[in-house]
């Protein structure tokens, strides 16, 4: 079943995200801007959290979960140290989640539109691993150009 290629994905993603977050000389670094970047590496990792926080554990999962999307991007110099444990967090979240979904659901229009045209639950599933892989990029990306300032 594609719930289990997806989880299995999204788990070992998720553990590169770890791993980039980890390779940072220095929080301080972590945190920074420069040039044309807006983002900082800890910015876009609090984003991905939020995201799948949002659109698997709590739309998905029923978690309860309650996104500040505007606090992803202004929020600031939180240790790496609780990222990587809500890195593992949402790991299980999306673990136990995706485990509960029937091929039925998959095939059913995500709650939420977030485009004119609805998606099925397993596109949207599909788009957020995009996303996540998206951003990993800009992190991989910030880190190497970071680290050179």
Same mark, same amino acid.
């Given at each position: 079943?594609?719930?289990?290629?997806?989880?299995?994905?999204?788990?070992?993603?998720?553990?590169?995200?770890?791993?980039?977050?980890?390779?940072?000389?220095?929080?301080?670094?972590?945190?920074?801007?420069?040039?044309? &970047?807006?983002?900082?590496?800890?910015?876009?990792?609090?984003?991905?959290?939020?995201?799948?926080?949002?659109?698997?554990?709590? &739309?998905?999962?029923?978690?309860?979960? +309650?996104?500040?999307?505007?606090?992803?991007?202004?929020?600031?110099?939180?240790?790496?140290?609780?990222?990587?444990?809500?890195?593992?967090? #949402?790991?299980? #979240?999306?673990?136990?989640?995706?485990?509960?979904?029937?091929?039925?659901? +998959?095939?059913?229009?995500?709650? &939420?539109?977030?485009?004119?045209?609805?998606?099925?639950?397993?596109?949207? +599933?599909?788009?957020?691993?995009?996303?996540?892989?998206?951003?990993?990029?800009? &992190?991989?990306?910030?880190?190497?150009? #970071?680290?050179?300032?």
């Amino acid at each position: 079943m594609i719930t289990t290629s997806l989880s299995n994905l999204f788990s070992r993603d998720l553990d590169r995200l770890k791993a980039e977050v980890t390779s940072y000389e220095s929080d301080r670094v972590f945190w920074s801007v420069a040039k044309e &970047i807006s983002n900082s590496a800890g910015n876009l990792t609090i984003h991905l959290i939020g995201n799948l926080n949002h659109f698997i554990g709590a &739309i998905l999962g029923n978690t309860g979960y +309650l996104r500040d999307r505007e606090a992803e991007f202004n929020d600031k110099n939180i240790k790496r140290k609780l990222l990587l444990e809500q890195i593992d967090e #949402i790991k299980a #979240i999306i673990e136990t989640t995706l485990s509960g979904l029937s091929d039925t659901d +998959l095939q059913q229009t995500y709650p &939420i539109n977030i485009r004119k045209e609805g998606m099925s639950v397993e596109q949207f +599933l599909l788009h957020l691993y995009g996303h996540l892989n998206y951003h990993l990029g800009q &992190i991989n990306y910030h880190r190497r150009l #970071i680290n050179e300032c």
